[in-house]
Every structure is written in structure tokens, then in C-alpha cells.
């Protein structure tokens, strides 16, 4: 079956603009994750949804960043006032929704903030 | 202190040897493990996991854990170099949901 999706690949923005990043789950999967994979680094937590709610945004930097799922589905992630600093790549993963269980990985948007 | 660390590499072995890549973790409550493969400008793709302590195996990649001393290893017999990619070892907590990735260890394997 079709796995995680992400659009767009690539997104080249101005400091200072608005952004959004979307995220569409391996059918049936309840479990939606955002993460944040800067140069050299492994992916680094942003936020977790269960269903249409956020069950822990803890990982998110600061309040320029936000995420949602209205209907339990398709996510997208916001991101207010780009910073250079939030240049890095997008990871997006969605899972069966138990605990333990394993997270598949979308290709990722690249962004890149001049 | 990273709550998961790897041997930094870069590690460049000949075609036909064995790779083999470490990662130690810190929170003593992770349960679950994980290594992913990662080629150049893709995303992480799951190649191993492993929730009990001792082997397991999957056709050339054998993973490695020993809770009590909180490490986690993945060997890659025969090494081809399709196997040149960056490796990351991630942990999940017993009742948790977030990853905690190494930073990765990049595997380069020689004609």
C-alpha cells in the first residue's frame, strides 16, 4: 500500500514569511509524529497526534511552530516568522497507534530559509 | 549527555566484511530499539528492531541488546556496498511514543 506522503519536497522561503508543511499517514494509521532532522543529526521530536489531538507537543521550539489533524488524517505543520535557524528537513511518520509499535517515515520536506 | 549515542564514525569497510555499529542509550525506562537506514538525502527506513535482551537476526543484519549495561548493536555481514548509507539507533520508552535518535554512524563499503 502507499506510504507516508509529504508535500511539498522542497520549499525555499524568505526570513520572516509563513510556511506549511504537510503530512499525509499510511491509511488506517492512528498515530501521526512531526520531526525535525537538522545537517549531521538524527531526527529530533516535534509533536505527536492521536487521532485529530496532539497528545504531546513538547519537542515543538517555540510558539511559531504549530501543528494539526482535523479529521484524524492529513497533518500540517505551520511554522509563523521563519528563522534561518529553522532550515532542516521535515520528517513526517504515522504508526498503528500501539505503544512500541513501529513509526514509518515520509520522504520529508526540505526547507530551507533564506 | 545525548540520550543516545553512537560511535561516530565514519566507517569505511571493505566489500564482503562485517560492519559493525554501537549505540548506547541513557534512560534505563527504554524498552524498545530501533536501527534505521538512511540514504543520502532520504528518509530513515526501518531495518532492525529489538525489544529483549540477546540476538536477532534478519538475512546479513544481526542486532545486538544488553539492557543491563544499555547497549544496542547492529552487525551487517557480507557488506555490499548498497549498505553505504547512515545508520541511526533510536529508543522508545516502555509506554512512550517519541524516538530518541543517535546521531547516526556512516557506513561507507569499498568495491
Known amino acids: 500500500g502507499a506510504g507516508v506522503s509529504q508535500t511539498p519536497s522542497n520549499k525555499v522561503t524568505e526570513k520572516g514569511k509563513y510556511v506549511e508543511l504537510r503530512c499525509d499517514p499510511i491509511?488506517?494509521?492512528?498515530?501521526l509524529y512531526w520531526y525535525r532532522q537538522s545537517l549531521g543529526q538524527g531526527p529530533e521530536f516535534l509533536i505527536y497526534?492521536?487521532?485529530?489531538?496532539?497528545?504531546?507537543d513538547s519537542g515543538l521550539p517555540n510558539d511559531r511552530f504549530f501543528a494539526v489533524r482535523p479529521e484524524g488524517s492529513v497533518s500540517t505543520l505551520k511554522i509563523q516568522r521563519t528563522e534561518r535557524g529553522d532550515s532542516a528537513v521535515y520528517l513526517c511518520?504515522?504508526?498503528?497507534?500501539?505503544?512500541?509499535?513501529?513509526?514509518?517515515f515520509g520522504p520529508g520536506t526540505r526547507l530551507l530559509v533564506l | 549527555q545525548k540520550e543516545v549515542e553512537q560511535n561516530s564514525g565514519p566507517l569505511s569497510v571493505p566489500e564482503g566484511a562485517i560492519a559493525s555499529l554501537n549505540c548506547t542509550y541513557s534512560?534505563?525506562?527504554?524498552?524498545?530499539f530501533f536501527w534505521y537506514r538512511q540514504y543520502s538525502g532520504k528518509s530513515p527506513e526501518l531495518i532492525m528492531s529489538?525489544?529483549?535482551?540477546g540476538d536477532k537476526e534478519d538475512g546479513r543484519f544481526t542486532a545486538q541488546l544488553n539492557k543491563a549495561s544499555q547497549y544496542v548493536s547492529l552487525l551487517i555481514r557480507d557488506s555490499q556496498p548498497s549498505d553505504s548509507a547512515t545508520y541511526l539507533c533510536?529508543?522508545?520508552?516502555?509506554?512512550?511514543?517519541?524516538?530518541?535518535f543517535g546521531a547516526g554512524t556512516t557506513v561507507t563499503v569499498r568495491a
Open positions: 533510536a529508543s522508545l520508552r516502555g509506554t512512550g511514543y517519541k524516538l530518541s
Open positions: 511518520a504515522s504508526s498503528s497507534g500501539t505503544v512500541g509499535e513501529t513509526q514509518y
Open positions: 497526534f492521536q487521532g485529530t489531538g496532539a497528545a504531546d
Open positions: 529489538i525489544y529483549s535482551n
Open positions: 534512560d534505563r525506562v527504554s524498552q524498545s
Open positions: 491509511s488506517g494509521h492512528t498515530a
